[in-house]
């Protein structure tokens, strides 16, 4: 059995190095390159290679990040059990001896489920994970794009997931795009690499409705975050209809979020263990963000900072 782990480790090391290689300059615009499935993480270590985290919080703690002996939570969870915590990765694995988290919420959490399961950890809230990455383009190259696309609406449709499709009303979501479009001179929708993959006609209709789809990138790929800090940055504002990581992200990065409170739901391809989510926290999110407006305000800020962390260098709107 080990030497199986063993072996399946090495393999899956050896696929990723030659993906990270094949695609660390690939930026955002070429959405169908990057969508690639065979774009896996190291068995076994996928929480802490996801998404580029481990190497923001290398940068923000200011060393090298373990990967025996360290471990990260890959988001943003609303979840206020302490019993589900084990189910969004390996916080108990023996070898563990410090878990990131983004916000002190959730990091009240973890350590409650530590203290139930009689486990030593140290709990390390960093906050928001994309402050600990560098831009994917230069500055110069980012000031082009800029010019080119003018002021920039960025959307960020409800993702699919590992076993879920997402499913939303897409012309629904395209006319209340038209209603505050004429405020913007390009609209960018950001989707997840498997809704690149597996929902081609939704690419269809935004494209044919005048729309730019980007993509970060593959959930493994070691630059998702920094091509994320590029488009946010890019944007005047980030339009949602579903909660994701990318709300805290945008308002760190003083930039206002809109949430379309729009019908939306997961179609379950396989029983997969998900953590319950607090419903009244969600509420507040949406309820926080309803409002069309280029104001991010103290009210805004402090939840997220509950969630997401704190940062330095917010210019409150």
Known sequence: MILRKLFYLIKSSVIYAYFRHKYRRVDYFQY????????????GLSAAFVYGNYKAVAKLKGSKFNFLREYIEHGVFFDSN??????????????????????YERKRVIEE???NNNLNRQVIAVGPFIKGVDHFKTEEELALIKKKYGKILLVYPLHSVEGAVARYDLDDLLCKIDEIRNTFDSVFVCLYWKDILDSPEYITKYEDHGCVVVTNGHRSDYMFLNRQKDLIYLSDM?????IGTYIGYSICMNRPVYFYDQTAR?????????????????????????????????????????HWGTWSEIRRS
């Not at 169908?32 to 068995?43: G, I």
């Not at 980030?238 to 579903?242: D, E, I, Q, S």
Request: hydrophobic share 35%; aromatic share 10%; net charge positive.
């Open 32 to 43: 169908k390159k990057l969508a690639d499935k065979r774009f896996v993480a190291p068995s």
């Open 266 to 306: 997961y179609e379950r391809l396989i029983q997969t263990p998900a953590g319950r989510d607090n419903t009244q926290e969600i509420e507040k999110c949406k309820q926080l963000f309803k409002d069309f407006s280029f104001e991010i305000t103290d009210e805004q800020i402090r939840f997220i900072e509950k």
């Open 113 to 115: 489920f530590l203290k």
């Open 82 to 103: 302490p019993a589900n915590v084990k189910l969004l990765g390996y916080p108990d694995r023996p070898l563990i001896k410090r878990i990131y988290t983004h916000g």
């Open 238 to 242: 980030v339009m949602t209809n579903g």
